[in-house]
């Protein structure tokens, strides 16, 4: 048996929490690249391949924006599966043909969100359920033929097309990471507080189910490549 071996399009400026918050909740070789200093694949070959989180948003005129673009809808035409998380679920919308747009406010904190039942990526996941956001662009138009598999108040939080999937919430956050991140927004000092106030070990326990979108992605993987599951990790 085989772990499975995915790529890791780091697309966050200062990669080191992403680095380590993936690597502890996605159980697969990562390999990974940093985007964001036009570091891609030269290959497609991978069972899949995850795209994370960025403070840069899809639209914008960066030099490193457009490369993976391209590389993530030639990988998604080349057949492998995919997983975008915030930015990441953004980009593969975009590349789809959906429409990003800013919000012109943060969607910051441990947030509800409803999901619809109507994909394996949610499975295990109570209806509604928690998770931390961090966003102030979302998801206004779904690429034609995907399909809307999450929402909640600020709009499209999760969509599936084929074999790619998308949620616009933080799974793989910890405590740390949500906690610096809140303390760089540009938020007033209230909110900023109210914030950090529902960074507790509470809100953390309750959105450990979110990561099961991570364990789901892998098992879809095996299940479309027909890899068998490696022995778990020690």
Same mark, same amino acid.
């Given at each position: 048996?085989?772990?499975?071996?995915?790529?890791?399009?780091?697309?966050?400026?200062?990669?080191?929490?992403?680095?380590?918050?993936?690597?502890?909740?996605?159980?697969?070789?990562?390999?990974?690249?940093?985007?964001?200093?036009?570091?891609?694949?030269?290959?497609?070959?991978?069972?899949?391949?995850?795209?994370?989180?960025?403070?840069?948003?899809?639209?914008?005129?960066?030099?490193?924006?457009?490369?993976?673009?391209?590389?993530?809808? +030639?990988?998604?035409?080349?057949?492998?599966?995919?997983?975008?998380?915030?930015?990441?679920?953004?980009?593969?919308?975009?590349?789809?043909?959906?429409?990003?747009?800013?919000?012109?406010?943060? +969607?910051?904190?441990?947030? +509800?969100?409803?999901?619809?039942?109507?994909?394996?990526?949610?499975?295990?996941?109570?209806?509604?359920?928690?998770?931390?956001?961090?966003?102030?662009?979302?998801?206004?138009?779904?690429?034609?033929?995907?399909?809307?598999?999450?929402?909640?108040?600020?709009?499209?939080?999760?969509?599936?097309?084929?074999?790619?999937?998308?949620?616009?919430?933080?799974?793989?956050?910890?405590?740390?990471?949500?906690?610096?991140?809140?303390?760089?927004?540009?938020?007033?000092?209230?909110?900023?507080?109210?914030?950090?106030?529902?960074?507790?070990?509470?809100?953390?326990?309750?959105?450990?189910?979110?990561?099961?979108?991570?364990?789901?992605?892998?098992?879809?993987?095996? +299940?479309?490549?027909?890899?068998?599951?490696?022995?778990?990790?020690?």
């Amino acid at each position: 048996m085989t772990r499975l071996r995915l790529a890791l399009l780091n697309a966050s400026h200062d990669a080191t929490d992403t680095k380590r918050n993936f690597r502890r909740e996605v159980d697969a070789d990562l390999v990974e690249f940093h985007a964001t200093e036009g570091r891609l694949p030269g290959t497609f070959d991978f069972d899949g391949f995850l795209v994370t989180g960025s403070r840069s948003s899809v639209y914008w005129d960066e030099k490193w924006i457009q490369p993976l673009k391209d590389w993530a809808k +030639e990988a998604i035409d080349e057949g492998l599966p995919a997983l975008g998380v915030c930015y990441g679920h953004q980009l593969l919308a975009d590349v789809l043909g959906g429409t990003v747009e800013g919000m012109g406010e943060y +969607e910051i904190g441990y947030r +509800e969100i409803t999901h619809h039942d109507n994909t394996p990526l949610f499975d295990g996941i109570d209806e509604r359920f928690l998770a931390f956001t961090t966003h102030q662009d979302a998801v206004t138009e779904l690429p034609p033929g995907a399909t809307l598999t999450a929402e909640n108040d600020y709009g499209v939080h999760g969509f599936q097309k084929d074999d790619v999937f998308g949620v616009q919430f933080h799974p793989e956050y910890d405590m740390q990471t949500a906690r610096e991140l809140t303390m760089g927004k540009d938020l007033t000092d209230e909110r900023r507080q109210a914030v950090l106030d529902g960074i507790t070990p509470e809100n953390y326990a309750r959105a450990q189910q979110a990561k099961l979108v991570f364990e789901n992605f892998c098992d879809y993987v095996r +299940e479309v490549k027909d890899i068998p599951r490696a022995p778990a990790r020690q």
